[in-house]
């Protein structure tokens, strides 16, 4: 079984929630996440979305696209281009962690 995550992008009212199926953990998902933004000029919607789904990051399809957050969940992540900021969430012991 994987560690499965979710990751919202927010902008504003703008909300996208991606699933992730397997390495949810900070040293996985995290990382790719962290490697995408943390040079980023320019924090923006409709380009990180669309990294996720079919840019460099995800050549598999890993991230996939869902109207509300997926339960069952180990790490839920957020990428807040107002904020420019990525925190995430263990679920287990609610600790929530800024990662830029």
């Known amino acids: 079984m994987g560690t499965r995550a979710n990751v919202r992008v927010e902008q504003g ?6 699933y992730h199926h397997f390495d949810g953990y900070p040293e996985g998902v995290g990382h790719e996440l962290w490697r995408m933004l943390h040079d980023r000029v320019v924090w923006d ?38 904020k420019r900021r990525l925190t995430y969430i263990h679920l287990v012991d609610n600790d929530e962690v800024r990662l830029i």
């Open 45 to 82: 919607f409709d380009a990180i979305c669309d990294e996720l789904t079919g840019g460099k990051l995800a050549p598999k399809g890993d991230y996939r696209p869902c109207d509300v957050p997926v339960g069952d969940i180990e790490y839920d992540y957020t990428v807040s281009c107002d």
């Open 13 to 18: 009212e703008r909300v996208q929630n991606f």
